[in-house]
């Protein structure tokens, strides 16, 4: 089974200074593995996403995210908060052979940027 | 390619009542989920579909839920004798390979 943890219910950081979102999984085989952005009372909007290739992977908005094997990690960042950005952010996982499940989501972390 | 619509956008219902709420895909996607969010939480998977093929069913998921896809293209979940602790976002997304899914805006339920 498959399993996703954010560190963090909560991020706050200022305007400009720089944002990190921590996520690791827990699975048998390098999963492909995902960010989504959800704005109150939205859908959820993919950031960005790791399959295969570069594990250095850039996204919307300025957002990139590293996979890291070693670590089981690959947390998301971005240079310079935007107040903009503010938003719940939501690691998920899938199984790089596919899963009936679908998607497996952390908890999600809320970032709040400050003026 | 309009996305993937959901309706309705809210809905309130009394405690008892049956309820349905609907999907459509993008169109050349042929594998749909459902899955449901509470507050403070990520989402939560309740179903799959490929094409009209319901393959997976979440063992949490309660007999007083059930979906559809006929014909391959919509899809609808319907929640009957609703109870409180139903109430939450139900999320739509599809996909036609499974590296990127596109949701819907979801329908936030509330049973009172």
């Known amino acids: 089974a498959q399993s996703v943890t954010q560190l963090g219910s909560h991020v706050s950081v200022s305007e400009g200074a720089l944002v990190l979102l921590r996520c690791n999984y827990s699975s048998s085989v390098p999963p492909y593995l995902f960010w989504y952005v959800q704005y109150p009372n939205q859908g959820l909007q993919l950031l960005l996403k790791y399959t295969t290739g570069a594990t250095l992977v850039k996204g919307i908005n300025g957002f990139e995210a590293e996979f890291k094997k070693s670590e089981t990690s690959f947390h998301l960042t971005k240079p310079s908060a935007h107040m903009s950005d503010a938003a719940e952010y939501f690691c998920a996982v899938l199984p790089s052979g596919g899963g009936a499940d679908g998607l497996t989501f952390g908890k999600g972390t809320h970032l709040i940027i400050q003026p | 390619d309009t996305g993937v619509s959901q309706d309705p956008r809210h809905k309130i219902t009394k405690r008892g009542q049956n309820v349905t709420f609907r999907c459509d895909p993008i169109?050349?996607?042929?594998?749909l989920y459902w899955y449901r969010q509470t507050l403070g939480q990520g989402p939560e998977f309740l179903t799959y579909?490929?094409?009209?093929?319901?393959?997976?069913k979440s063992r949490l998921l309660s007999d007083r839920f059930s979906a559809e896809r006929p014909k391959g293209s919509f899809s609808t979940l319907e929640i009957q004798r609703t109870e409180q602790g139903d109430s939450a976002m139900y999320l739509c997304a599809s996909t036609l390979y499974n590296d990127g899914y596109t949701f819907g805006s979801g329908t936030r339920l509330t049973v009172v």
């Open positions: 579909f490929q094409n009209e093929a319901q393959l997976e």
């Open positions: 169109s050349e996607h042929n594998r």
